[in-house]
């Protein structure tokens, strides 16, 4: 069993910054893909962007250029730099991963941006 524990989350000003952070423990025995998804109320859970064990990287069009996703494999980590805020943003993301061909959700970590 993997768990996966986010922190980072908050309020913040349009333009603003956050950096979220994951970390997946448990009896692991491979992790492939780590990534960041997100809900916003009313609407359906959306990729934002997701890193392969290798350093592949795929982003939502709509934070390309804002948001950074990156990997500590040692540490078992994903981070997300989050740049440029925008009220659109609004959502609880979720940190998300593939371990050992199973997938894994975290419970969640609330990020409200105000204009």
């Known amino acids: 069993q993997v768990q996966l524990v986010e922190s980072g989350g908050g309020l913040v000003q349009a333009g603003g910054s956050l950096r979220l952070s994951c970390a997946a423990s448990?009896?692991?025995?491979?992790?492939?893909?780590m990534g960041w998804y997100r809900q916003a109320p009313g609407k359906q859970r959306e990729l934002v962007a997701i890193?392969?064990?290798?350093?592949?990287?795929n982003y939502a069009d709509s934070v390309k250029g804002r948001f950074t996703i990156s990997r500590d494999n040692a540490k078992n980590t994903v981070y997300l730099q989050m740049n440029s805020l925008k009220p659109e943003d609004t959502a609880v993301y979720y940190c998300?991963?593939?371990?050992?061909?199973?997938?894994?959700w975290g419970k969640g970590t609330l990020v409200t941006v105000s204009s």
């Open positions: 998300y991963t593939d371990a050992d061909r199973s997938g894994y």
């Open positions: 448990g009896s692991i025995f491979s992790i492939n893909a």
């Open positions: 890193v392969t064990s290798g350093g592949r990287t």
